[in-house]
């Protein structure tokens, strides 16, 4: 298992954070982004430190992302 998250290697094609080592936990934090031509939401998981693990197009795509990873998914609220 890697000891830190690489994110010069993240890519949403490659689910490196199935790899990350954690205490176990996650959570998922809708942001809006701006590119040049359009605005969207997008579902970042971050581990239980904070380190962005990966991001989704949807909140259910990235909530199952993380149960799969065998991480547990909490709320901040």
Not at 25 to 30: S, V
């Amino acid at each position: 298992m890697k000891d830190q998250f690489d994110k010069k290697k993240f890519n949403t094609n490659e689910i490196d954070f199935f790899e990350y080592k954690s205490s176990g936990y996650a959570f998922i934090k809708r942001e809006h982004t701006d590119d040049s031509d359009s605005t969207f939401d997008v579902f970042n998981v971050y581990g239980s430190d904070g380190t962005l693990l990966a991001a989704f197009e949807n909140e259910d795509t990235a909530l199952a992302a993380i149960i799969q990873s065998g991480l547990e998914p909490t709320s901040l609220h």
